[in-house]
């Protein structure tokens, strides 16, 4: 990490991904005047992410929660949304959710899993039973893999379509394949502090290739424009629409979703070094389980799963323990907060619509769970020094 990377703190949460060599390379391509508005490096950020991902298709987008809200909006508009019932995770980020309701579907929030924080099997069976929905969207936590394995048995057992957010676990495996290509679609995030980042940006990913030509319309005002050419031509013969009109033709209710040739040309030099720095979050979160594995709780890879951690998410064994922890933390200049949402059925965006939404294990990350730094720039030393400090502030 070069001696200009943006810190807020000795013992930041998370640093900037993006280098002062990763600036120096951006500032050459600026002096070239290019496109900046989304064009071709846009398409080549695409290409080389699908490469990367090792799916057939990548749509770029302005942010992570925007690639869950084309997820959604594609699963509708490509006619796979059924009766609209989608299960939704407890334990995530507000956008896995929101869209959910904001664009009409009846989510059915699910509990959390005592071992990855991902989506409950037990639990998510009995709502499968009860309620037979259409779609299940899986949140990987923290980089941590949830358990893909099972959730397909049940696919295949009960039938509905399956999205994952992976939007912090770049890199991750489920034995051996990566997080994201287990679903129809799938989502990545690249905001500041992730594995990446574009300064803001996301993108969606999918093998459908109906499914890759709605997100590209969604994802701008709903037009043929970005189409390939036979399809565009299909579409408007099916209207009767002249040719004259096609670069402008509305097909569905859009929005604007795009990133603009700066975030992808950021985008395709991060992605050079994505893999090393994927494998050093790994080897950090396996110094924190090292140094505080028996004193605190946290999420484990199933076996033969690799965790690729945005950040190392750990459990007090009660909210006053965690008080002391994160107040230790804080003294000692280290960068902590809890649990993020923890329960996001005790959030009034939920509880205003549907009541609290009460589950012993998303109940217990929302009152016990904190974070502790894990970057690319935090180094093992660092990571030693934040045990201590956590140790102490158990024994104190």
């Known amino acids: 990490m070069d001696k200009k990377t943006f810190r807020s703190r000795p013992l930041d949460l998370a640093v900037d991904t993006i280098s002062e060599k990763d600036l120096e390379e951006f500032i050459s391509w600026l002096r070239q005047y290019p496109r900046l508005t989304m064009a071709e490096e846009t398409r080549r950020f695409e290409e080389e ?73 037990g639990a998510l069976e009995t709502i499968l039973k009860r309620e037979r929905p259409d779609a299940v969207i899986v949140v990987h936590v923290l980089g941590v893999p949830a358990n893909l394995s099972a959730i397909l048995q049940l696919q295949q057992k009960y039938g509905f379509q399956l999205m994952e957010d992976c939007c912090a676990s770049h890199g991750a495996l489920h034995q051996g394949k990566k997080v994201g290509r287990f679903g129809l679609m799938s989502s990545f995030s690249f905001y500041y502090g992730h594995h990446m980042s574009t300064v803001e940006g996301g993108v969606v990913c999918t093998d459908d290739e109906e499914v890759y030509h709605h997100l ?9 424009k970005d189409l390939p050419a036979e399809k565009a031509k299909r579409i408007m013969d099916q209207h009767g629409m002249d040719s004259f009109h096609a670069p402008f033709l509305f097909v569905l209710p859009g929005y604007n979703l795009r990133p603009t040739d700066i975030n992808s040309f950021i985008g395709r030099v991060q992605l050079k070094r994505l893999d ?6 790994a080897r950090n979160h396996k110094l924190y389980v090292d140094g505080l594995g028996t004193v605190v709780g946290y999420a484990h890879a199933l076996p033969g799963d690799h965790i690729s951690s945005i950040s190392f998410c750990a459990l007090a064994a009660s909210t006053e323990e965690r008080r002391k922890i994160v107040t230790a933390l804080e ?24 009541g609290a939404f009460k589950a012993p294990m998303a109940d217990r990350l929302y009152e016990c769970g904190f974070f502790l730094p ?10 030693e020094f934040i045990c201590k400090v956590v140790k102490e502030a158990l024994r104190s």
């Not at 770029?60 to 929660?65: D, E, I, L, P, Y």
């Not at 090393?276 to 979050?281: C, F, K, L, P």
């Not at 894990?374 to 990571?383: D, S, T, Y």
Request: hydrophobic fraction near 40%.
């Open 49 to 121: 992410w699908a490469r990367w991902q090792g799916c057939r298709y990548a749509v770029a987008c302005n942010s992570g929660s925007s690639a869950n809200l084309l997820m959604y909006a594609a699963l509708d508009t490509a006619g796979k949304a059924g009766g609209r019932k989608v299960v939704v995770p407890a334990t995530g980020w507000v956008t896995t959710v929101a869209p959910a309701l904001q664009l009409g579907f009846k989510p059915i929030m699910c509990e959390s899993d005592s071992q990855t924080f991902g989506l409950d099997v």
């Open 216 to 224: 590209l319309m969604l994802r701008s005002h709903g037009w043929l």
């Open 276 to 281: 090393e720095t994927v494998e050093r979050r």
């Open 331 to 354: 003294r000692n200049d280290i960068d902590s907060r809890i649990f993020t949402a923890g329960n996001l059925g005790r959030h009034p965006f939920w509880t205003e619509r549907y």
């Open 374 to 383: 894990n970057n690319q720039a935090i180094n093992p030393q660092e990571i």
